[in-house]
């Protein structure tokens, strides 16, 4: 078995096509391989800032030898009189076998020529050579470029090509308009450390000459040492150094020799809020902040740097980190006390020349519709005065810091600095953790908003944003949602289950896009566009984020049911814990014990016309028209199961439908199969609907849980 290294040289790349490029070769390269029937014992991929490498084990010589079953024409155009047409002649011919070797077979469609051919293995070298570019130039990624005169594009110049089977050179040659480059045994260490052109023997000595070439290939191994040199380093200066996840990963697909550099700030720039100074370390410069401990409540004036530069030169590298942050703080230290010299609410009359979008006015006016809806859902919530003055004040300022100094010149402390503006302006805690909170969550990982005010004017925000982008039919279209309406909607139904928040979202949807037409009357309603848009919403999160089964999640929104999708739309909590309800008694088994009985009403109730709010007997069903004490005990029994479905519906104790349901189930069974049982479907036409009338009210009864007649038996 045989080895192969491919090691493509390039400039320094982009930190995040370097991530990618593993991830894809990773997913890619076993199914390329695959196709060709080439099933190698180990696929391992790296990547640096100037290469990406491949390194394949156990690889075969050549590709196994096998069979192909070819399909041709009908027996009755291949064959005439025995004998074959030009039909049967062309076919052997074109699969380069005799005419001898044609079969006839029998298929669905009728007998037709067959041929199996014996394809011998092509040698594994001619198959690397032809993939080995669709490799490289399949790459995916933001910002390619072209250099030199041709016409390739890859994100960075490509300079160097290693192609190594065991101990052969492998012939690849990259054409870009007049430059050539040929595969070969060289490849390059660190740009500064060792500069020299370093040769592979043959790909198993590739980490460890690379290594001895101050070249750490392997991204992993790179991390690992990162993260451990950050610790050490921060523990040394007796402080802690948070490791954040993306910063990490940047750094390190940006170094091919880590070392740590300690850098320090003057003491004057800690008067400056905390997320001023780590915004312009991390996001800005990819320091490593030192707080005094793990609380991350107190800065201390030094930071952390990975160099990818001489470990000889810590000193100057750290000089020259130390003059970018004292300038960039310096420059935080200005806006911060410029805007701290006028309360926050001054700044909303900048928010009217700051456009929200082309044909939806400016950030003023947004924020003017934010606070008729937050007003909506304080009334819905039926808040106190304090609690509604407070998410009203909140509502106005939340945009407010937009136009300051300090958010124009680092747009990741919007709300940030809207907190600290407002309480210095002497704001309520509650108004300030507001206009922080209300942009949670930003990102798939970020904590939910845990203040009243944070949570309704973020459903407020969002809600807003919505109708109003859905007014112009900009739409998500696959993966393309630059407006992020799947992440605000998403955000309205989880900041309502998290917080149990008793809101009816049809109504609030209802509400801002009648206030939207009535301010634009240009404009059509998106209502129905956004209940179906949330309606999808709702279902994937239950899917997805709280794990429910998806037939019960269609049981619990209905297939095509408009009474169903009102329902779960008109409330939030209602459809999570009824789905939460029937997933846990899937689980525990009880979900079995009143699946048959009710799903065979269920679909047998579709053959009458019963009302599906109907719940009780005495209106539906007419007790003289019974012939059997099958027909008398379900009538009882469903009347014993009213009281107990209306418990249900008040106080949304499913248990106790579901205990109902449990309990009628064998009396439902006895109408169906026991010595008394009837035929539903009775000659008589009254009796057939009464009967029907029956089993549609067990339905009902049941639809106050789910729609049965979408579970699946599990």
């Known amino acids: 078995m045989a080895e192969f290294l491919l090691e493509v040289g390039t400039e320094e790349l982009p930190a995040d096509f370097v991530d990618g490029a593993i991830k894809l070769w990773l997913s890619r390269l076993p199914k390329s391989l695959a196709e060709h029937f080439i099933m190698p014992d180990a696929i391992e991929v790296y990547g640096t800032p100037r290469r990406l490498a491949i390194w394949i084990k156990g690889l075969p010589n ?102 190594l089977l065991d101990e052969a050179v492998l012939p690849i040659e990259i054409v870009n308009g007049s430059e050539r480059i040929k595969s070969d045994r060289v490849s390059y260490g660190h740009r500064i450390l060792h500069p020299a052109p370093v040769t592979i023997p043959c790909p198993r000595d590739y980490i460890a000459t690379l290594e001895s070439a101050f070249v750490m290939v392997k991204s992993e191994a790179r991390r690992q040492l990162i993260g451990e040199q950050v610790k050490s380093t921060a523990a040394k200066l007796k402080g802690y150094a948070p490791i954040y996840p993306n910063l990490w990963n940047e750094i390190t697909n940006l170094v091919e020799y880590p070392t740590p550099v300690v850098g320090k700030f003057d003491d004057e720039f800690l008067i400056l809020p905390p997320e001023v100074v780590t915004t312009v370390m991390v996001t800005h410069q990819r320091y490593f902040p030192v707080f005094t401990d793990e609380e991350e409540t107190t800065l201390t004036p030094y930071f952390i740097t990975i160099s990818n530069g001489d470990p000889n030169k810590s000193e100057i590298i750290a000089a020259g980190n130390e003059r970018v942050i004292r300038a960039r703080l310096a420059d935080g230290q200005y806006f ?155 955000g309205v139904i989880n900041i309502t289950w998290n917080a149990n928040l008793g809101i009816e979202l049809q109504g609030l949807l209802n509400f801002a896009c009648t206030n939207f037409i009535a301010i634009y009357p240009n404009k059509t309603s998106p209502m129905n566009l956004l209940k179906e848009f949330f309606f999808q919403r709702i279902r994937s999160l239950l899917q997805e984020e709280l794990k429910i089964d998806y037939d019960l999640v269609n049981a619990v929104l209905g297939e095509k049911d408009l009474e169903y999708q009102e329902r779960a739309l008109r409330d939030l909590l209602d459809v999570r814990d009824r789905a939460l309800f029937l997933q846990s008694i899937r689980n525990n088994g009880k979900l079995n014990q009143i699946y048959e009985t009710v799903n065979r009403s269920t679909r047998l109730s579709l053959q009458g016309n019963l009302d599906f709010q109907a719940l009780e007997p005495k209106a539906v069903v007419k007790t003289e028209l019974f012939q059997k004490p099958s027909e008398q005990a379900f009538y009882d029994a469903i009347v014993k199961l ?26 439902v069974s006895n109408f169906f199969d026991g010595e008394d049982s009837v035929l539903v479907m009775d000659e008589n036409l009254e009796i057939r609907r009464n009967r029907l009338n029956l089993l549609g009210l067990l339905r009902n009864h049941a639809r106050v849980l789910a729609d049965f007649g979408g579970i699946v038996k599990g």
């Open 62 to 163: 050549r590709q196994p030898d096998r069979e192909e079953e070819v399909k041709g024409p009908p027996a009755q155009a291949a064959f005439k009189d025995g004998k074959p047409t030009k039909a049967a002649e062309g076919f052997a011919r074109k699969q380069g076998v005799e005419l001898a070797s044609l079969e006839l077979r029998d298929t669905d469609k009728g007998q037709f020529v067959f041929v199996v051919k014996k394809i011998s293995g092509r040698l594994v070298t001619d198959i690397l050579t032809q993939l080995i570019p669709q490799w490289i130039f399949g790459l995916e990624g933001r910002r390619f470029m072209c250099w030199g005169d041709g016409d390739l594009k890859f994100p960075r110049p490509i300079r160097w090509l290693v192609a």
């Open 336 to 490: 911060y006390k410029t805007d701290l010299a006028s309360p926050l609410e001054s700044y909303l009359s900048q928010l009217e020349k700051v456009t929200f979008q082309d044909e939806l006015g400016s950030v003023r006016e947004k924020v003017r519709r934010i606070e008729k809806v937050t007003a909506a859902i304080t009334e819905q919530l039926k808040l106190s005065e304090k609690e509604r003055n407070d998410c009203l004040r909140s509502a106005l300022l939340c945009k407010a810091d937009l136009v300051t100094q300090m958010v124009y010149e680092f747009p990741e402390l919007q709300g940030v600095m809207g907190q600290k503006y407002a309480a210095a302006s002497g704001e309520s805690p509650e108004v300030a953790t507001g206009i922080v909170e209300h942009y949670l969550p930003k990102g798939a990982n970020d904590n939910l908003p845990q203040s009243l005010t944070g949570r309704v004017v973020g459903l407020a925000d969002r809600i807003d944003t919505l109708v109003s982008i859905f007014s112009l039919e900009m739409l998500p279209t696959g993966s393309c949602d630059p407006f992020a309406l799947r992440r605000a909607a998403n």
């Open 642 to 667: 009213v009281p107990q479905t209306k418990s249900a519906q008040l106080e949304r104790n499913y248990q106790k439908l579901v205990d109902g349901l449990a309990d009628i189930a064998p009396t």
